[in-house]
């Protein structure tokens, strides 16, 4: 095992035994990516951060039930995930009997933007990159839960598909299936805009 990899141990074992300042060290390591995977699938900024507030209060408070401490990463992405998906689906059905409708300000739209790249900084900082980005963000959107949650996790994020296996909860194989369907449906979807 590795150095880094005992010192995370180590620190999760110390915020399990209810150390906040441990615990604090755990936010600071992974909030980028809480934020995120968040970001990815609920596409505002301000409900990302809200979202993986809630998923470090909801790790804090069931630091005892995580039973293996290398795997405080999976364990978090995957109630940053849940809680994700669960707010995509309410605010889903929250729009759907809205007579209101959104009328944000494309002003609103850019702060939120810019905001995130203080997050989590993107390659292409041109207006085209910025368009292209928001095809790319609401195509995925329209995907299934678990495919998009999937190509984030793997595709974006970067992380090894047994990893977004157990953040998932399911097999390698569906991983690569739900990926491999998702950007299908990607390419379907953005056939004409791209």
């Not at 689906?89 to 300000?105: E, I, T």
């Not at 002003?107 to 810019?114: K, V």
């Not at 292209?132 to 949650?149: F, N, S, T, Y």
Request: glycine share 6%; net charge negative.
């Amino acid at each position: 095992m590795n150095e880094s990899k005992t010192s995370e141990r180590a620190t999760v074992e110390k915020a399990q035994g209810g150390d906040a300042d441990a615990f604090a060290e755990l936010v600071r390591a992974y909030q980028r990516r809480a934020v995120s995977v968040a970001y990815r699938l609920l596409n505002n900024i301000e409900d990302a951060s809200d979202v993986a507030q809630d998923a470090f209060v909801k790790a804090f408070r069931s630091m005892g039930q995580l039973e293996d401490a290398e795997k405080f990463g999976s364990w978090l992405l995957r109630i940053v995930g849940n809680l994700s998906l669960n707010f995509r689906r309410a605010r889903s059905l929250r729009s759907a009997v809205s007579l209101d409708g959104d009328f944000s300000s494309d002003n609103d739209a850019q702060d939120a933007a810019s905001k995130f790249r203080l997050v989590a900084p993107d390659d292409d900082d041109t207006e085209q990159g910025h368009e292209m980005q928001g095809l790319v963000r609401d195509a995925i959107a329209k995907l299934p839960e678990k495919q998009a949650l999937s190509l984030i996790l793997f595709s974006v994020e970067g992380l090894p598909q047994k990893q977004v296996a157990e953040i998932v909860e399911c097999s390698v194989e569906l991983v690569k299936w739900n990926v491999f369907q998702a950007r299908k449906k990607l390419r379907e979807l953005l056939s004409g805009q791209l």
